[in-house]
């Protein structure tokens, strides 16, 4: 409760020295220059009136956007965690696809007897290479996201608390 009246120290300090002041001037003068000190006072009063309405509006946005950056970090990890596992999927396919084109070439070092069976693995291996694509191109979005909030946090990792 103290701390509210702080504030206006300085305008109560002002408010004495324009009565103090006006206290030793001519009957005329006194009132001009009461009313020129009262109007300055109360202009300062309204200026930390504002001011006080304003830091009280942006400390809520300020506690609105830290909730909602603490939401996106927590997204950002959940997001994380589907990248690798998607990255793992990746692998796994590039596996599956590098043991089938080894499988591949051992079909066509043994003879030309086995052509079905090298379409077959033909088809398989761009089937692979359709679901390695698919998973890249899934990948891709969340990757550019990744590295946008990583962006943003830097941005934001200056920012003080108490603006």
């Known amino acids: 409760m103290l701390s509210n009246y702080a504030d206006y120290l300085g305008l109560f300090i002002g408010l004495g020295f324009v009565i103090l002041a006006t206290a030793f001037l001519p ?5 001009y220059v009461f009313t020129a000190g009262i109007a300055v006072v109360a202009f300062r009063a309204y200026q930390l009136w504002w001011a006080r309405g304003r830091l009280k509006t942006l400390d809520q946005e300020r506690k609105q956007l830290q909730g909602e950056l603490q939401g996106l970090r927590d997204q950002h990890i959940e997001l994380e965690e589907i990248h690798r596992k998607l990255v793992t999927d990746l692998e796994a396919v590039k596996q599956q696809r590098d043991e089938l084109l080894r499988q591949r070439e051992a079909l066509d070092d043994q003879a030309g007897n ?3 069976e090298k379409k077959r693995l033909n088809a398989e291996l761009e089937e692979q290479k359709e679901k390695a694509k698919k998973l890249r191109d899934e990948s891709k979005p969340l990757v550019d996201f990744l590295e946008s909030f990583a962006d943003a946090e830097r941005l934001t990792a200056n920012v003080p608390e108490n603006i």
């Open 27 to 31: 009957g005329r003068v006194r009132w």
């Open 114 to 116: 086995f052509n079905a």
